[in-house]
Nanobody, 115 residues
Framework: QVQLVESGGGLVQPGGSLRLSCAAS????????MGWYRQVPGKQRELVAT???????NDADSVKGRFTMTRDNAKNTVYLQMNSLKPEDTAVYYC?????????WGQGTQVTVSS
């Protein structure tokens, strides 16, 4: 069983920055494809970014150039650095781990961008 614990969410003004963390309790963490997703009430959960075991990333068009996903395999942790935040980035952000067809989710962390 994989446990994912997100942290780092909060309230930030437009144009500000936040860094989300997701700590995974799992062996062979480096073999997992990790992802960040977000969801607004009443809408489908959407992809923000993913990172492969190689470190290569895939970002949603809406966050390209503003968000950066990284991983630290020694700490079993992934990060999402969010810069130039906009009100439309307000959502619950979820961490995701995938391997061999199995998918695991964290409990989510709220990010609110508002003045």
């Amino acid at each position: 069983q994989v446990q994912l614990v997100e942290s780092g969410g909060g309230l930030v003004q437009p144009g500000g920055s936040l860094r989300l963390s997701c700590a995974a309790s799992v062996s062979s963490f480096s073999s997992y494809i990790m992802g960040w997703y977000r969801q607004v009430p009443g809408k489908q959960r959407e992809l923000v970014a993913t990172i492969a075991s190689s470190g290569s990333t895939n970002d949603a068009d809406s966050v390209k150039g503003r968000f950066t996903m990284t991983r630290d395999n020694a700490k079993n942790t992934v990060y999402l650095q969010m810069n130039s935040l906009k009100p439309e980035d307000t959502a619950v952000y979820y961490c995701n781990a995938r391997r061999f067809g199995y998918v695991f989710w964290g409990q989510g962390t709220q990010v609110t961008v508002s003045s």
